[in-house]
């Protein structure tokens, strides 16, 4: 199994009241969907696997769309922090951004449901995809 690991493209910032922050691309991060959908559109990819976030399925759809597939989509590959009611991207934090301030004061803080069930989450997700991917090229 070859895996191309693909970061989501750029999210809008979402504060909510209700639940769970996943907010969904912006503009530019869909732009940043389609060229990595160029970019990887030649490498041969067979198979396309996103987390159930919206910010990543964006970000799979239209590579998954140009080639013609179904992506698949894994609960286990949810980012550490997702069940926070807010989301910044990192790309609009600075130093004294509170989500920096907490993780400098406790990096483990991230992982809402802790590092070692975070880390054995995405584990078994991603074994699930090398094991039903054998010979096969899988963006994720």
């Known amino acids: 199994v070859e895996l191309i690991i693909v970061r989501h493209a750029l ?3 979402e504060e909510r009241d209700d639940g769970p922050a996943d907010p969904p691309l912006t503009p530019l991060g869909l732009r ?3 060229a990595t959908a160029d970019l990887l559109a030649t490498e041969g990819v067979d198979h396309v ?3 159930t976030m919206q910010r990543a399925i964006q970000t799979g759809r239209p590579l998954a769309d140009r080639l013609g597939l179904t992506p698949e989509r894994l609960e286990g590959l949810k980012e550490s ?3 926070r009611s807010s989301y910044t991207p990192v790309e609009e934090m600075d130093a004294d951004h509170e989500v920096i301030r ?7 803080s991230m992982f ?8 054995d989450r995405v584990t078994v997700a991603l074994d699930a995809v090398v094991a039903g991917n054998r010979g096969r ?3 994720v």
Do not use: H, M
């Open 49 to 51: 696997v996103t987390s």
């Open 32 to 34: 940043q969907a389609e």
């Open 112 to 119: 809402a449901d802790g590092y070692e069930a975070f880390r």
């Open 81 to 83: 922090d997702y069940r």
């Open 137 to 139: 090229t899988v963006a």
């Open 102 to 108: 907490e993780f400098l004061d406790d990096p483990l």
């Open 11 to 13: 999210p809008e910032s």
